[in-house]
């Protein structure tokens, strides 16, 4: 039986999106979602941009379980008052919605995602126009109960090409009383006609001390080593998570060790690296690998353009590592060309399934010869 397919829509190990209440360093684009709402200027489908990780599915989620739990807000014509505007789109976790979205049986919500191939139980690569399509049979039921229905589609960049027509057919014609949040990290993949007829909400990157408040809302201590955690994830918690379940920091000073042997580079070492990559379910820490090799090649190439290298160490004895690596700017501009290269190299390895421990001896040894 094939292994379950993992899930696309979170990082291994960390609490779902629907299961995060607190979204932190976002309060622009939460404001700006609710003033809509307060004021009747809902728009029918929203567009959540912003880096990976940074908390755009946790919003969805939010706004979804906003939409299907608070009442409309009363218009100026309502005598009877209504209900006081609601100030936030926090929403008691008793509430009959917010029990019914944690154990996945909201009706009025649907989640759209890549799903598995059920022949070969791996995840498919793209949302596919048939996952677009049954949505048709979910928006005919507002009219029929009269509530709101929400769609998520997480990510947006992932469907195909019939998916995305299939996709911008509902938006040219929104269904009454419907909400579609699409979740894009790269917007300009979209058809332009999708990003139209959409609302952008963008959601930043976050700081230091945000991103150790949202670890550990989730359940993750970044403990001594947060700033290195935040210095290579770029601001994005979902990738500090990654990096800090799959053990990222270890393998970056790892990488900087390595890098420290140059121009020699220890091979024995390198080995050593490259089996440990190699070994059976080992994937998501292979992919890891190459992520943090791109990010050393780049803090290389940083270091020379600017002539000094990054403020904040990700490893130890970093700082001299990349001062005596790269120098200069043409050392500089070196670096990043290894870094086009070899890595394009192996990304079109993995894709055809070479041999792991091949690319990374391979990769490692294209780093040499530029030292």
Same mark, same amino acid.
């Given at each position: 039986m094939a292994d379950e397919a993992p899930d696309p829509t979170r990082v291994p190990g960390a609490p779902h999106p629907r299961e995060t209440q607190l979204l932190i360093g976002q309060e622009q684009a939460e404001a700006a979602f609710?003033?809509?709402?307060?004021?009747?200027?809902?728009?029918?489908?929203?567009m959540l941009t912003g880096p990976r990780g940074v908390g755009k599915a946790t919003l969805a989620w939010k @706004?979804?379980?906003?939409?299907?739990a608070t009442p409309d807000p009363a218009g100026d014509d309502d005598m009877f008052g209504g209900p006081p505007a =609601?100030?936030?789109?926090?929403?008691?976790?008793?509430? =009959? !919605?917010?029990?019914? %979205?944690?154990a996945g049986a909201e009706p009025g919500l649907v989640s759209v995602t890549r799903? =598995?191939?059920?022949?070969? &139980?791996? @995840?498919?690569?793209?949302? &596919? !126009?048939?996952?677009?399509?049954?949505?048709?049979?979910f928006f005919q039921m507002s009219s029929a109960d009269g509530g709101r229905r929400v769609v998520i589609v997480d990510a947006a960049d992932d469907m195909n090409v019939q998916a995305a027509n299939a996709l911008l057919k509902m938006l040219e014609e929104p269904p009454?009383?419907?909400?579609?949040?699409?979740?894009?990290?790269?917007?300009?993949?979209l058809l332009p006609t999708i990003r139209s007829r959409c609302r952008t909400l963008r959601l930043n990157?976050?700081? &230091?001390?945000?991103?150790?408040?949202?670890?550990?809302?989730?359940g993750v201590d970044p403990g001594p080593g947060g700033s290195a955690l935040s210095e290579l994830s770029g601001g994005s918690v979902g990738e500090a998570l990654r990096l800090s379940l799959l053990g990222g920091l270890?393998?970056?000073?790892? %990488?900087?060790?390595?890098? &420290?042997?140059?121009?020699? @580079?220890?091979?024995?070492?390198?080995?050593?690296l490259a089996e440990a990559a190699a070994q059976r379910g080992a994937e998501e820490k292979l992919d890891l690998l190459f992520t943090l090799l791109e990010i050393a090649l780049s803090r290389l190439a940083r270091t020379g353009a600017t002539g000094a290298p990054p403020q904040t160490e990700a490893a130890r004895g970093e700082a001299e590592v990349l001062s005596r690596l790269s120098g200069s700017a043409h050392q500089g501009r070196a670096w990043a060309d290894i870094s086009h290269s070899a890595l394009a190299r192996a990304r079109h390895g993995r894709a055809v399934n070479l041999d792991p421990a091949a690319l990374v001896l391979d990769t490692m040894f294209k780093i040499q010869s530029t030292a």
């Open positions: 609710l003033d809509a709402f307060t004021s009747g200027r809902l728009h029918h489908a929203w @706004m979804a379980q906003f939409l299907l =609601p100030t936030a789109l926090d929403i008691s976790p008793d509430h =009959p !919605v917010a029990h019914r %979205i944690a799903t =598995p191939n059920e022949k070969t &139980g791996r @995840m498919r690569d793209k949302i &596919g !126009v048939d996952d677009i399509r049954k949505l048709a049979g009454e009383r419907a909400t579609l949040i699409l979740i894009t990290h790269q917007p300009s993949g990157t976050l700081n &230091g001390p945000q991103m150790e408040q949202a670890m550990q809302n989730a270890e393998i970056y000073n790892e %990488i900087i060790g390595l890098l &420290g042997t140059l121009p020699q @580079m220890d091979r024995a070492r390198t080995l050593r």
